[in-house]
């Protein structure tokens, strides 16, 4: 601060400081300007001029201290209006976050269900392939065993009809019997 003074003071009285920067000759001249011992009246004026610039450098120091102020304030003002709108932001996004959280949940769930109906699924498949290969050799068996018959001509054929089974095979069986014996 001390600096701002010194220089506000050069800018308000540059004749001023340029009386007080000229250094004094070592010569016996006689100066054009008279000594302040033998002058009072000149004395008070510099005194009147020195306090001048001191009330125009606070002055000044002063509309600088305001202005610096009035821009701190209008920058503080402007990080709260940002500072609102990032929390709007942030405040979107967890919400977001919230219900991308709940979708995700939601289709874990479904996918859970799935891979168990899956599972479920494959075992009945494997139960439904051990039946149908045990069918499998069950029908071969029974067509091996058809096949012997039909080459001995030893078979029955039974044919049921409203809860009565009729012997067809029999009169049938005894038919072929009794040409084969003829």
């Not at 006689?30 to 001191?54: C, F, W």
């Not at 996004?93 to 799935?114: F, R, W």
């Not at 039974?158 to 009169?171: G, H, K, S, T």
Request: glycine share 4%.
């Amino acid at each position: 601060m001390g600096e701002d003074a010194a220089q506000a003071e050069k800018f308000q009285h540059p004749g001023f400081d340029m009386q007080q920067e000229k250094p004094s000759s070592p010569s016996p001249m006689p100066s054009s300007t008279p000594s302040p011992s033998l002058n009072l009246g000149n004395t008070e004026d510099a005194i009147r001029d020195n306090s001048q610039v001191n009330a125009v450098t606070v002055l000044t120091l002063l509309d600088k201290l305001v202005n610096m102020l009035d821009a701190v304030q209008e920058n503080q003002h402007k990080m709260e209006q940002r500072q609102i709108s990032l929390e709007g932001s942030v405040k979107g996004i967890q919400n977001d976050l919230t219900k991308l959280s709940k979708y995700q949940a939601s289709t874990s769930n479904t996918v859970s269900k799935l891979l168990e109906k899956s599972r479920k699924v494959s075992a009945h498949t494997r139960a439904v392939k051990e039946r149908m290969d045990r069918q499998c050799a069950q029908v071969k068996r029974l067509e091996n065993n058809h096949a012997q018959l039909l080459r001995r001509n030893h078979f029955k054929v039974l044919i049921f009809q409203e809860l009565r089974a009729l012997a067809a095979a029999v009169c049938w069986a005894g038919q072929i019997n009794s040409v084969a014996v003829h």
